[in-house]
């Protein structure tokens, strides 16, 4: 019986281990900054996400249209709150498909964050502190595998300024 118990805890502490080592990938979700403002902001901001790109292209359709409307109030509202020294980042997302770190899906993030930025800032949000960066297939979403199409999207993360 200890055989087993010493055997079963090196098995868990390996897993463990290399769960948490084998991917260069982030997840995306609940880590903290260590700011509780930035933390509460974040949280608001993790409810409006822009969902459902095509694969390879970054233009939308209608229903993203939506999407964006709906995260507008939210972006106005977060924005003042930003705190100095941060910036409220509008974020490009590939899935993983032609490589997670790829030019390709380097520049395809870029153009689907620039464009929800640009859609935002023609209803009004000029602030410097409105960023937009693409990150490829870098920060996966949990609701689904690597390769699937929610990890193509754009989100709002309030990230430190540059």
Known sequence: MKKFSLVLFILVIAVSFAAISCSGQKKSGAA???????????ASLAKVPIEGFQSGKAASKQEWDAMIT?????????????PDGYSLQTTGHTDAQGGV????????????????????????????KFTYKGVAGNIISSKCGANDNCQRRVTFMVVPAK
């Open 70 to 82: 709906k995260a507008i109030p939210v972006v106005k509202e977060v924005l003042p709150k930003v």
């Open 32 to 42: 903290s900054s260590g700011n509780m403002v930035v933390d509460a902001l974040n």
């Open 101 to 128: 770190n790829s030019a390709g899906n380097l520049n395809l993030s870029t153009a689907r964050a620039k464009q929800v930025y640009d859609a935002i800032k023609k209803q009004g949000v000029n602030d410097k």
